[in-house]
């Protein structure tokens, strides 16, 4: 006769399970189940849970995004300093530090371990009996900041760590009574940071500089539904009980976090010598604009850890591991002018006009300052040579003023006091760096706003660019977004350089964007902090405009990846009574403002499945092939990875189909894929 299975027996296996899936995504990068299958065992944990309430742990999957921001950040000593490290610059300093850890050593066996130095932040975690207790930021090396709610959202920190016993033991304890601290640095990866700018950019928002500084606000937000958003990563690198170091060798730690479940990079070499460590760095600078996250460099660690403890550490750093810093991609040039640009929301940037120059293998022409603040801290002016830095896809950033090469010639530069395009007041709210032209007609916010939303993740209005912008918004003949579903054609072809054809195309585009995806709308309505991905989010739960707008702060702040911040803007946006007239005006037009529903399950061929589009498809944009398998439950990504299920490849396409190949991954071309959407 079977055994009966408890709750409780019910409950730890299917956490269990989870736990397994989610290591195999975020840390091993290899699903063995669709994100479907993954969906339907949170449910069903989720309906366990929510009939024995009581049986809910901490540790459970369900539990990593708390409910409601935090009011501030406890202040944390670290049992042992998270010390900084010693830079080298050149492999003549790297040499260096060999000669002074071989005298140290004094003739005994000695040998390295050389890691990435990844561009982020580091924290320590905390895991008491496994499951993770607590976790500090680096803060100052002595004490830290509590991020515990946060570091719950980043999916490579699992919640509770693996039992394991590999060959080494830590000590002779019994793994489930230890208090272990792994400390990691934690980051955002490249095609993330892309995206949260790209988005940041679209509420005229400023950029993040780097993805260092981007991992350092998301990991200090007040509100954890804001930092899961922005899908932080973490790699594991060092390892302690108390105060000390429980293996024999810093390469026994690391592999021993990777058996936990930790994430652990890859991208790490046992060296028996300096010179393999040289080898390394020199490989791996030529590899780094591959990689999926920025690196700055190597960390260099002495392996034994006895010789650690032993070598000791100076005030600020530790005698036995080095930075090996690679030469930043930086470039001198003049700045010809400063002017400040007013967007869609009022936001004033000021951004300089460089004399070009080519910077890590494109030309630099501009680079944003961001804001008054910057402006003051750099002391930039007008004819100032200056030192930029780009690194990878970053925008170029103004790290420095080189005043010794100052002629006296230079003009200081001074923010306006009206808005620059229609002469309106100036507003910086206090605690924001940021000053806005508040007139309500101003038309650079205009022309911003419906360049926004004829934009090609908005409504895809083709042919709808600056300049006719421009002349449809002097010309009075455009006012907002409703106003371009009543041009004639007399009217376009009234206007400078629109010939009959021209016309008519940009009105078949016109009409052609009221059939756009209730998300596109959302989107293109430009609401602040409402990216194309939330856009998406709020379409699907609320279904139609019309529900949205009714929508409470509460009700929004509980859908999944909605923060309080985005919940209390789309809530302002809708208080507006020329905001409703507007939606109203839409639809009257003929604009959707509904989802389409749709019939049946969704299609197996997608359902869960990841998708990566290259090339040119004849009978599709790239928007609606995307659409076309988000409808259908698959998911579209712009890189090609383990993950990916489906490479659609169309004509000339390129890098992504030879890494779909070397990959081993499925390539179909148009006409496949078409024969799947039937």
């Known amino acids: 006769m079977a055994k009966a299975v408890s709750v409780e027996q019910q409950f730890e296996k299917l956490r269990d399970e989870i736990r397994r899936h989610e290591e195999l995504y975020y840390v091993h990068d290899n699903p063995q189940i669709s994100d479907r299958e993954y969906d339907a065992l949170i449910e069903r944990l989720q309906d366990l849970e929510q009939e024995h309430p009581q049986l809910i742990t901490s540790d459970s999957p369900t539990q990593r995004v708390g409910g409601r921001p935090v009011e501030g950040f406890a202040q944390v000593v670290h049992r042992r300093p998270m010390l900084s490290l010693d830079n080298s610059y050149n492999i003549d300093e790297l040499r260096a530090f060999d000669q002074r850890c071989q005298r140290l050593a004094d003739g005994r066996a000695l040998d390295y371990v050389a890691e990435l130095k990844i561009d982020g932040l ?26 515990t709610a946060n570091a719950r959202t980043i999916r490579s920190i699992p919640l509770k760590l693996r039992e394991t016993r590999g060959s080494s033991k830590i000590s002779d304890l019994k793994f489930q009574i230890l208090n272990l601290e792994i400390r990691g640095e934690a980051f955002i990866p490249r095609k993330v940071f892309e995206r949260i700018n790209a988005e940041r950019e679209d509420q005229n928002e400023p950029r993040f500089a780097n993805p260092r500084n981007a991992a350092a606000g998301t990991l200090r937000q007040l509100d954890p539904k804001i930092t899961a958003s922005r899908r932080l990563e973490m790699f594991a690198y060092d390892l302690l009980t108390g105060e000390r170091k429980p293996f024999a060798t810093h390469w026994e730690a690391l592999n021993w976090m990777q058996q936990a479940g930790l994430r652990v990079n ?16 020199t490989r791996m600078e030529a590899r780094r604009d591959d990689l999926d996250y920025e690196i700055d460099g190597l ?17 600020k750093a530790p005698r036995w591991a080095i930075a090996y810093k690679y030469a930043a991609r930086q470039a001198t040039t003049q700045v010809l002018s400063i002017v400040v640009q007013v967007g869609r929301t009022g936001a ?107 934009s090609r993740r908005a409504m895809r209005i083709e042919g709808l660019g600056e300049s006719l912008v421009h002349q449809l918004v002097e010309s009075g003949k455009v006012h907002d977004a409703g106003d371009l579903y009543s041009l004639t054609f007399e009217t376009v072809t009234g206007l400078e350089r629109m010939a009959k054809k021209s016309a008519s195309n940009l009105l078949a585009q016109i009409e052609a964007s009221k059939q756009r995806d209730l998300a596109n709308l959302i989107y293109a309505l430009g609401l602040r902090h409402v990216g194309d991905r939330t856009a998406t989010t709020l379409a699907r739960q609320f279904g139609s405009l019309a529900a949205l707008s009714k929508a409470t702060v509460a009700e929004l702040d509980d859908v999944p990846e909605i923060g309080l911040t985005v919940a209390q803007s789309v809530r302002d946006w809708f208080d507006d009574e020329g905001n409703l007239a507007l939606c109203d005006r839409l639809a009257a037009a003929g604009v959707r403002t509904r989802m389409e529903k749709t019939t049946g399950p969704a299609d197996d061929k997608f359902a869960g499945k990841l998708f990566v589009l290259t090339g040119s498809l004849g009978d599709f944009t790239r928007d609606e092939a995307r659409a076309a398998i988000e409808s259908r439950g698959g998911r579209v990504s712009s890189s090609v990875s383990k993950k990916t299920d489906f490479v659609v490849a169309g004509e000339e396409a390129g890098s992504k189909l030879d890494k779909a190949t070397s990959l081993g991954v499925t390539v179909v071309d148009e006409q496949t894929f078409k024969k799947m959407l039937m």
């Open 122 to 147: 580091s924290i320590a975690l905390h895991y008491e009996n496994q499951v993770l207790a607590r976790a500090v930021t680096r803060g100052d090396g002595r004490i830290g900041e509590e991020v």
């Open 299 to 315: 960390v260099v660690k002495v392996n034994s850890t006895a010789l650690q403890d032993e070598f000791g550490t100076t005030n």
């Open 348 to 454: 004033l940037t000021p951004v300089a006009n460089l004399e070009p120059v080519v910077l890590a293998g494109t030309t630099v022409s501009r680079a944003t300052l961001h804001n008054p603040d910057e402006v003051k801290r750099l002391g930039i002016r007008i004819g100032d040579w200056v030192l930029i830095e780009k690194g990878g896809d970053v925008i170029p950033k103004v790290l420095k003023v080189i005043e010794a090469k100052r002629t006296g010639e230079e003009k200081i530069f001074r923010m306006p006091r009206k808005c620059p395009v229609c002469g309106g007041e100036i507003s910086r709210p206090e605690g924001e760096v940021v000053s806005r032209c508040v007139a309500a007609d101003c038309p650079a916010q205009l022309e911003g706003r419906l360049l926004h939303f004829a």
């Open 266 to 281: 890859p991208e790490r070499v046992l060296c028996k010598s300096i010179e393999e460590v040289i080898e390394f760095a």
